[in-house]
Nanobody, 126 residues
Framework: VQLVESGGGLVQAGASLRLSCAASGRTFTMNRMGWFRQAPGKEREFVAA????????YYADSVKGRFTISGDNAKNTVYLQINSLKPEDTAVYYC????????????????????WGQGTQVTVSS
């Protein structure tokens, strides 16, 4: 599976962005797609995930209310809508995919994902 993220950029605080992640290859067996982010000098952290079968979602507490994950199974694409961007949202945003049907309690774990994209940079100026 190949994952290609897009939609990042340099924006001012308060703006919105929609990130996209397009999957290709062995997509028919994908179970779940997720977004993580990594700020400079910090560990990669979970942002949100969505299960392809029923659209079930799970968010990190830190982004609830401002971030929305959605998917288009026909296009094998997952989106991350980010509203009211803050400087602390500055990071490289990575898309990931998992083929296994796992309990939501582990959706936030990096180890539960099989493939990763190269990331898209989001920079928020104050």
């Amino acid at each position: 599976v190949q994952l290609v993220e897009s939609g990042g950029g340099l924006v001012q605080a308060g703006a919105s962005l929609r990130l996209s992640c397009a999957a290709s290859g062995r997509t028919f067996t994908m179970n779940r797609m997720g977004w993580f982010r990594q700020a400079p000098g910090k560990e990669r952290e979970f942002v949100a995930a969505i299960r392809r079968s029923d659209g079930g979602t799970y968010y990190a507490d830190s982004v609830k209310g401002r971030f929305t994950i959605s998917g288009d199974n026909a296009k094998n694409t997952v989106y991350l809508q980010i509203n009211s961007l803050k400087p602390e949202d500055t990071a490289v945003y990575y898309c990931a995919v998992d083929f296994a049907n796992r309990t939501p309690s582990v959706w936030n774990l990096r180890a539960s994902y099989d493939y990763w994209g190269q990331g898209t940079q989001v920079t928020v100026s104050s």
